[in-house]
């Protein structure tokens, strides 16, 4: 995947280390991806979370947030890994960290600064979408933008997930609730550090929709299309969200509603990047099938390759 789509990347961010209760790293089995990456003069960059059987826990960071000799163990394990494997930098993907660990990340933050940026790796991090300083919830509470901007390379925003698997139908990345986050982001923090998300799938719900029901499928923008050719579904664009869709009856009579991305999702978006002057976008995830994506990626916007040797 990381060779057939290289030519379109700039950063390769692999997902994830995940950070254990002692401080050190569960290993991760990467080499493949990074020589794909080295051959392709994309840098890669180490994602580091607080993500443990399957979900992120607040008291894994807790733990590293309020202990130093914790936060000195997992520093220095997060640079012998990035040297001893030619990354460029650390992501730092701590989600729901809740109010009180709002000040103690940005000091954390601060002092891995200020140990890898001396030594020429970049530190970046994930924020959750933010609409407001003072949004409530354990997922946004801990992210303060600006202290936050203000400390790190760059961020990554992740505009995606409106619509989710264990959600009612709706659009993953509506652009009118993305419009609404970067129009915090750009407020808080400069616009030329800011990296915006571009989800690269959909999901095909099941109706009527239960809250603790069945939960939506995931699939691919080509699949998404193939599906709908296959039933004879009449795709639909809502213009709201910028988003297609389309419903479809299955086998045993039952009505779905699909959401995906297409080109002219997408296009939306790009032009929202260039209207905020952000730093560029990102993708969650690789691995789904969209090449539309890729070819107007290409037309829209100049691929930086950064020249920096890699390991």
Known sequence: IVSEVGPFLTYLNVFSYPIRRDGTLQPVDDQAALQAAKNNRVLPIMVVTNFEEGTFKTEIATAIFTDEALQD????????????K???????????LGRENRERYVAFLQKAVDKFRP???EVSVALAPKLSEDQQGVLYEGHDYRAIGEVVDYVNIMTYEWGWSGGPPMPVAPINEVSRVMDFAVSQIP????????????YDWRLPYERGGQWARALSPQRAVALAAQVGAA????????????HYYDSSG??????????RSVQAKFDLVKEYGLRGLYYWVL????????????????IIKEERPLQ
């Open 73 to 84: 163990k997992l520093l220095n394990e997060i640079l012998s890994v990035m040297q001893e």
């Open 86 to 96: 030619g990354y460029a930098g650390v992501d730092f993907d701590l989600e729901y």
């Open 119 to 121: 030594l020429g790796y």
């Open 191 to 202: 616009s030329d550090k800011i990296m915006m998300g571009i989800p690269l799938y959909g």
């Open 235 to 246: 795709i639909l664009f809502d213009e709201k969200s910028q988003s297609p869709y389309f």
């Open 254 to 263: 039952n009505r779905h509603e699909v959401w995906f991305e297409d080109a």
């Open 287 to 302: 691995g789904n099938e969209f090449p539309q994506n890729w070819l107007l990626l290409n037309d829209n916007f100049n």
